[in-house]
């Protein structure tokens, strides 16, 4: 396993597989990219996966833009399942083609799925994103019998819109047998009047659920995330990926869509392109030390770079 200058390993890599999408989610930070015009193909993105193994990645997420807008993405997903080394691989989806994925995911090889839903309303949901809530809900259910365990429901807190619904997001993952996953929301390519004017902290609400837990735990492999487990449902809360608690313990590198190696969401001055020199025939020992290059740029993003 290869540490990063401040010591941290690099175990998570989540590959953005596209920047397509079916949505248009007024709060979607696109994984900090802006629009390229190239995607990786499927032989590219387990070739990169296999490097990230040899050096110490463990867990695999599959993003975007949606995931499931690839007509491969089954064979992604069975790829990267296969590879020796990956003892988990989940993806983060809209969750509007579920109904049709979700089975097809788990006998792939897909784990788990975080399913982005930043509210229960009908109109305000088509407000939110520009889709209709209905797939989702089924989406959600269907990931569920399929056995996708834990899902997981990623809901943005947003002032004015939808912090007013968390009690009975709360409710819903009861009743569906979830995981409520709480977002801050990020101004990672979002307008700034946007950010300033829906930005919400989440002390209130951890306030909240600190008072009634049963028992709170720490995701020691995840940036020391608390997840409150309630009388009814657990309640995972996702501060500000900026913060210095999350950066110190960050395991994350990103691939972007068009092939390069991201050391920080919030950063776009240190990537590391890996897909044009394996497109030019570059042999695995030059790939795989532009993958430890990547891993030597990862500095937590309050310390300032040299």
Same mark, same amino acid.
Not at 12 to 34: A, D, F, K, M, P
Not at 69 to 93: F, N, Y
Not at 153 to 178: G, H, P, R, W
């Given at each position: 396993?290869?540490?990063?200058?401040?010591?941290?390993?690099?175990?998570?890599?989540?590959?953005?597989?596209?920047?397509?999408?079916?949505?248009?989610?007024?709060?979607?930070?696109?994984?900090?990219?802006?629009?390229?015009?190239?995607?990786?193909?499927?032989?590219e993105i387990?070739?990169?996966?296999?490097?990230?193994?040899?050096?110490?990645?463990?867990?695999?997420?599959?993003?975007?833009?949606?995931?499931?807008?690839?007509?491969?993405?089954?064979?992604?997903?069975?790829?990267?399942?296969?590879?020796?080394?990956?003892?988990?691989?989940?993806?983060?989806?809209?969750?509007?083609?579920?109904?049709?994925?979700?089975?097809?995911?788990?006998?792939? @090889?897909?784990?788990?799925?975080?399913?982005?839903?930043?509210?229960?309303?009908?109109?305000?949901?088509?407000?939110?994103?520009? @889709?209709?809530?209905?797939?989702?809900?089924?989406?959600?259910?269907?990931?569920?019998?399929?056995?996708?365990?834990?899902?997981?429901?990623?809901?943005?807190?947003?002032?004015d819109i939808n912090t007013d619904e968390v009690y009975s997001m709360i409710d819903f993952a009861a009743e569906t047998n979830t995981i409520l996953q709480v977002i801050e929301l990020e101004p990672v390519n979002l307008d700034r009047d946007f950010y300033e004017k829906h930005h919400a902290p989440l002390d209130a609400l951890i306030k909240y659920l600190s008072e009634r837990a049963k028992e709170v735990k720490v995701r020691r492999n995840m940036q020391n995330r608390k997840v409150y487990v309630l009388p009814e449902a657990k309640v995972e809360v996702v501060p500000p990926i900026e913060n210095t608690e999350f950066c110190m313990h960050c395991t994350r590198i990103r691939l972007t869509s068009d092939g390069k190696l991201k050391p920080c969401l919030m950063r776009q001055d240190n990537l590391v392109d890996i897909l044009t020199p394996m497109r030019n025939g570059a042999d695995r020992a030059v790939l795989k030390n532009l993958f430890i290059e990547a891993i030597k740029r990862r500095r937590p993003y309050f310390i300032p770079s040299r």
């Amino acid at each position: 396993m290869i540490l990063d200058p401040f010591g941290r390993p690099t175990t998570n890599l989540r590959i953005s597989v596209t920047q397509r999408c079916n949505l248009r989610c007024i709060y979607c930070h696109r994984e900090g990219e802006t629009s390229p015009d190239t995607e990786m193909t499927v032989d590219e993105i387990v070739e990169i996966v296999k490097l990230g193994v040899e050096l110490g990645i463990k867990s695999v997420k599959l993003t975007g833009g949606e995931p499931l807008v690839r007509e491969d993405i089954l064979k992604i997903v069975k790829s990267i399942s296969r590879i020796p080394g990956v003892q988990d691989l989940s993806m983060t989806t809209n969750g509007n083609l579920l109904p049709v994925y979700a089975e097809d995911l788990a006998e792939a @090889g897909l784990n788990r799925v975080n399913i982005s839903l930043p509210t229960l309303n009908e109109q305000k949901y088509r407000a939110i994103t520009g @889709g209709d809530l209905k797939p989702v809900i089924a989406g959600i259910k269907a990931a569920v019998t399929a056995g996708l365990n834990p899902v997981k429901l990623n809901m943005v807190y947003m002032k004015d819109i939808n912090t007013d619904e968390v009690y009975s997001m709360i409710d819903f993952a009861a009743e569906t047998n979830t995981i409520l996953q709480v977002i801050e929301l990020e101004p990672v390519n979002l307008d700034r009047d946007f950010y300033e004017k829906h930005h919400a902290p989440l002390d209130a609400l951890i306030k909240y659920l600190s008072e009634r837990a049963k028992e709170v735990k720490v995701r020691r492999n995840m940036q020391n995330r608390k997840v409150y487990v309630l009388p009814e449902a657990k309640v995972e809360v996702v501060p500000p990926i900026e913060n210095t608690e999350f950066c110190m313990h960050c395991t994350r590198i990103r691939l972007t869509s068009d092939g390069k190696l991201k050391p920080c969401l919030m950063r776009q001055d240190n990537l590391v392109d890996i897909l044009t020199p394996m497109r030019n025939g570059a042999d695995r020992a030059v790939l795989k030390n532009l993958f430890i290059e990547a891993i030597k740029r990862r500095r937590p993003y309050f310390i300032p770079s040299r």
